[in-house]
C-alpha cells in the first residue's frame, strides 16, 4: 500500500526545503511553489531561477540505516516525467548539454530531497536553459511536481534502486570529467551505493561527491 503524504502548493515560498521541513510531522511532506525569494542549491549557493520555474521538495523521516543515494533517485524519478532529460552525476539535469535543473539533498534527523526545474527562460544564462522554448503558462509547475513527487516516493518504497536505469540516463558516463582541486579523468560507472567511478592517468578513483565538469573537445 502506498506510503499517505500531504501536498501544499505557493506561487511563493522562502525556500521549499525549509517549509517542507517545518511541516514534517507524522506523514511526509510535498511542498512545491512556483518562486522561491530565499532558494539554495548545493553548499548553500544562491539558487539561479527562471521567469517561468518550479521549485519542489519532499521532507520524510527515514531509517537511519537507509543510506541509499537519493539524489540519483530523485534524478531517475525527475528523468521519468520529463521528456529529453539526461542526468549529469551527481544531481544536475540536462537538456542538450545546458542545465535545466537540480537535485538538492538534506539529511539531518529527516531527509529533504528537492528539485528545481526551469520551465520557460527566454535570456538564460550560459550554459543554462529551460524545458519549454515558450512559455507553458502558471500551471505546468503543479502538474511536473506533483508527479515527481509520485515517481519518488514510489521508488523509496522499494527495496535498492534502479541503478541500471540512472546508468542509461546519466550522460556523464563515458565523458572526459574534471573537479578540485586538479582532478581529471573519463566517468567509468557509477556504483550501488552512487559514487562515480573515473578512470584517470594515476589509475581509478571512486567520487562520491561535489561537483564534476564535462569537458568538451
Same mark, same amino acid.
Given at each position: 500500500?502506498?506510503?499517505?503524504?500531504?501536498?501544499?502548493?505557493?506561487?511563493? =515560498?522562502?525556500?521549499?526545503?525549509?517549509?517542507?521541513?517545518?511541516?514534517?510531522?507524522?506523514?511526509?511532506? !510535498?511542498?512545491?511553489?512556483?518562486?522561491?525569494?530565499? #532558494?539554495? #542549491?548545493? #553548499?548553500?549557493?544562491?539558487?539561479?531561477? +527562471?521567469? @517561468?520555474?518550479?521549485? !519542489?521538495?519532499?521532507?520524510?523521516?527515514?531509517? =537511519?540505516?537507509?543510506?541509499?543515494?537519493?539524489?540519483?533517485?530523485?534524478?531517475?524519478?525527475? +528523468? @521519468?516525467?520529463?521528456?529529453?532529460?539526461?542526468?549529469?552525476?551527481?544531481? $544536475?539535469?540536462?537538456? *542538450?548539454?545546458?542545465?535545466?535543473?537540480?537535485?538538492?539533498?538534506?539529511?539531518?534527523?529527516?531527509?529533504?530531497?528537492?528539485?528545481?526545474?526551469?520551465?520557460?527562460?527566454?535570456?538564460?544564462?550560459?550554459?543554462?536553459?529551460?524545458?519549454?522554448? $515558450?512559455?507553458?503558462?502558471?500551471?505546468?509547475?503543479?502538474?511536473?511536481? *506533483?508527479?515527481?513527487?509520485?515517481?519518488?516516493?514510489?521508488?523509496?518504497?522499494?527495496?535498492?534502486?534502479?541503478?541500471?536505469?540512472? @546508468?542509461?540516463?546519466?550522460?556523464?558516463?563515458?565523458?572526459?570529467?574534471?573537479?578540485?582541486?586538479? #582532478?581529471?579523468?573519463?566517468?567509468? $560507472?557509477?556504483?550501488?551505493?552512487?559514487?562515480?567511478?573515473?578512470?584517470?592517468?594515476?589509475?581509478?578513483?571512486?567520487?562520491?561527491? *561535489?561537483?564534476? @565538469?564535462?569537458?568538451?573537445?
Amino acid at each position: 500500500m502506498a506510503t499517505p503524504y500531504l501536498q501544499m502548493w505557493a506561487e511563493e =515560498v522562502a525556500s521549499t526545503q525549509d517549509l517542507a521541513r517545518s511541516e514534517l510531522d507524522s506523514l511526509p511532506v !510535498v511542498v512545491a511553489a512556483q518562486r522561491q525569494t530565499a #532558494g539554495r #542549491g548545493r #553548499g548553500g549557493a544562491p539558487w539561479l531561477s +527562471a521567469p @517561468r520555474a518550479l521549485a !519542489v521538495s519532499l521532507a520524510f523521516r527515514p531509517p =537511519v540505516d537507509d543510506l541509499r543515494p537519493f539524489s540519483l533517485m530523485a534524478g531517475v524519478a525527475a +528523468a @521519468r516525467g520529463l521528456e529529453g532529460v539526461s542526468l549529469k552525476w551527481p544531481n $544536475d539535469l540536462l537538456t *542538450g548539454g545546458a542545465k535545466v535543473g537540480g537535485i538538492l539533498v538534506e539529511r539531518a534527523d529527516e531527509l529533504v530531497i528537492g528539485m528545481g526545474v526551469n520551465l520557460w527562460w527566454p535570456d538564460a544564462p550560459e550554459g543554462m536553459g529551460a524545458l519549454h522554448e $515558450d512559455d507553458p503558462g502558471p500551471g505546468l509547475h503543479a502538474q511536473i511536481a *506533483g508527479l515527481w513527487a509520485a515517481e519518488l516516493m514510489r521508488l523509496i518504497e522499494l527495496d535498492g534502486w534502479p541503478i541500471d536505469e540512472y @546508468r542509461s540516463l546519466c550522460s556523464t558516463l563515458g565523458k572526459e570529467i574534471s573537479w578540485e582541486p586538479e #582532478g581529471q579523468g573519463t566517468a567509468i $560507472d557509477v556504483t550501488g551505493e552512487g559514487a562515480l567511478r573515473v578512470e584517470t592517468p594515476g589509475g581509478p578513483q571512486t567520487l562520491t561527491s *561535489g561537483a564534476i @565538469r564535462h569537458l568538451r573537445h
